[in-house]
C-alpha cells in the first residue's frame, strides 16, 4: 500500500464530513461568505457543499487523477479563504467549514489546508488511485490505514474547530 494513501485518504473524507456538515447546515458558511462580500445564498452553499461531498467520495472510490488535483485546489481555495477572512479586517466568527460549528479563521487552518492540499496533489502526480483499492488490496493494513485516516480527521476538526477557540481563553493554572 502506498505511503500517502492514509494522507489522501484523510483529505478526501475531511471533504466528505466538511461537506455533509455544511449541506445540512449552511448558515454559518452563508454568513462567512457574506461577511466578504461573496454569494452567498444557502441554496448556492448547500450546492457547494453537495460538490465537495461528491468529490471527496469520488476521491475514495475511484482516484482519478483529476479528481485528486480538484481535491488539491479545493484545498487552495479553502487557506485562501482563510487568509481572506483574516486579513478582511471584518467580524468573521466562523469560516464556516464545518457547518454550524463555530470555526474562527485562525492561521492554524490555512497551514492544515496547505497541508491537505499538498497530500492531494501528491495523490495526483504520484496517480495514486482509489484508497478503497488499496485498502481491499490489502485488507489488514487496509483497515489501519483506514481507520488512523478517521482519527486523523477527528484531530484535524479539533486542530481547526477546538485549539483556536482554547487558545483565545486566557490560560489558568
Not at 485518504?9 to 445540512?24: D, H, N, Q, R, Y
Not at 467520495?57 to 482563510?82: E, H, K, P, R
Request: net charge neutral.
Amino acid at each position: 500500500m502506498p505511503a500517502l494513501t492514509g494522507p489522501a485518504l484523510t483529505a478526501a473524507l475531511l471533504l466528505v464530513f466538511a461537506g455533509a456538515m455544511k449541506a445540512v447546515d449552511p448558515a454559518m458558511t452563508a454568513g462567512a461568505l457574506r461577511a466578504l462580500g461573496l454569494p452567498s445564498s444557502k441554496i448556492l452553499v448547500r450546492a457547494g457543499a453537495a460538490a465537495e461531498l461528491l468529490l471527496g467520495l469520488l476521491a475514495v472510490i475511484a482516484g482519478w487523477v483529476a479528481v485528486w488535483w480538484l481535491v488539491a485546489a479545493s484545498y487552495v481555495a479553502f487557506a485562501a479563504f482563510v487568509v481572506a477572512a483574516l486579513r478582511a479586517g471584518t467580524m468573521v466568527g466562523s469560516c464556516g467549514c464545518f457547518g454550524r460549528e463555530d470555526t474562527p479563521p485562525h492561521l492554524l487552518h490555512v497551514v492544515v489546508d496547505v497541508g491537505l492540499a499538498a497530500s492531494a496533489a501528491a495523490a495526483a502526480v504520484r496517480d495514486l488511485g482509489a484508497p478503497l483499492d488499496a485498502i481491499a488490496d490489502a485488507p489488514g493494513e487496509g483497515l489501519v490505514v483506514a481507520g488512523v485516516s478517521v482519527l486523523a480527521v477527528a484531530l484535524v476538526y479539533a486542530a481547526v474547530v477546538d485549539l483556536p477557540r482554547a487558545l483565545r481563553q486566557p490560560w489558568r493554572p
